[in-house]
């Protein structure tokens, strides 16, 4: 038992510093992700709101194509896409020199698209919960399109949206593990590692999943928190 | 293809029974079994997937000469049986919760309804909880066989040759990205019609589940 904690010291014997180091890039993922996937799915909601038939059925297609396909083949398929695409850009335009795409960015996309495909249905969720007449009680007293829907709107759509966008990210946290695969070394390539050189699968995966349980604990306690306070701040609107 | 389809029907049935008396344990709060279901829930609802089955697989290698003695070798060392016992596992969580949910929905009065018309409490369950609760489940668990059909995507990381496994088996022999393109479509395919079955369904019984 002790040669199995000894395992997860610090510096050159243990692995602690290296699942430490995974950890934080599997944070980091998470929370870079977090501000394009919100904008992806206010812009996706919003276009499936649109008066022009063509932009709403963009919009639905969006949705069902990124709820239907794994994320996992999202994440290859961006992967390795997005690398054929800049190989044939640079050997037309720039001969010689060969640009790698990064793994981060590339999970940092497909966990994007996965989130606002489901996030969108979530953001007009709660704008139709949020209703027309808050719209047209702004409009009433003159304010703006742009004022009505940030002040007005906006406020309370949180109201609706912060348990939903709760379940999203862990949902996305979770996902994270998956750029694992397309050698990311976020906390499960180093565990992987780990186990290549220990030879102790069974322990060094637990302490993954408890890692993995103890975040899924810490943003509900957040999220409560959060929910509390914007519940507060609003009085209901009806 | 064969092997996505059997992998998440079949880890979906069996998980529906495992998660009957699971959700069903869950809705009397306050006793030990509760508590401990909501423990499982929990821990399974909190960690990835991949971490899942990398956890079955390759943990179970590791005591594989336990499991040699006490006669399941033969069950871990399949990665089908893993992966299927991998995605059960997890969706025995999700489903218990939808259970719950369901369950706990169902109004009292409905109940004493049943009795004052002295139905027994079988037949209170049989006539008035099982149905109502199983039209309240239908999109939920929809909903969930969809996602379980596309989390058994990750099952290819232990090679199982599903959909994704084959494409990513065709792509390092060809190194040709339309494979995956192929894989999408047919993912496309079959949530499309598992969810057009669904919509079936949930139509036919509408009428209880808006109680």
Known sequence: MFELIALLAFGDKGWGDELLKGLGVTIALAFATIPFALFCSFLVAWSKQSPYKLLRMAGNAYTTVFRSLPEILTLIIIYYQLQAIINSFTSTFLPGISIGISPFIAGMIALTLVFSALGSEVVRAAYSAVGK???????SVS????????????????????PAFGNLWLILLKDTSLVSIIALSE??????????????????????????VVLSFISGRVQTVMEKRVNKNLVSEH | MLNTISLTTLSFIIGFFIAIPFGLARCRTGTLMSKITYGYVYIVRGTPLLVQIF??????????????????????????YCGLLALTLNTVAYQAEIVRGAVEAIPKSLEEAGASVSLSRFQIYRF???????????PALGNEFVLLLKASALVSVIAVTDVMGQARYLFSETLDLSVFYIAAI???????????????????NIWLATY
Do not use: C, D
């Open chain 1, 133 to 139: 007449g808050q719209m047209e009680a702004a409009y």
């Open chain 1, 143 to 162: 304010l703006s399109r742009r004022k009505a829907f940030f002040y007005v709107i906006l406020p309370q759509m949180w109201q609706h949206m912060l």
């Open chain 1, 187 to 212: 906390i499960v390539r180093y565990t992987n590692m780990a186990i290549a050189t220990t030879k102790e699968p069974f322990f060094f995966y637990s302490v993954l999943a408890t890692v993995y």
């Open chain 2, 55 to 80: 956890l079955l697989y390759y943990g179970a290698g590791q005591f594989h000469k336990e499991l040699r003695q006490v006669g399941l070798w033969w069950f871990f060392r399949e990665a089908y």
């Open chain 2, 128 to 138: 008035i909880h099982i149905p109502i609760a199983t039209a309240r489940m239908l």
């Open chain 2, 186 to 204: 047919n993912y496309l395919i079959i949530v499309l019609i598992a969810e057009a079955i669904l919509r079936k369904l949930e139509k036919r």
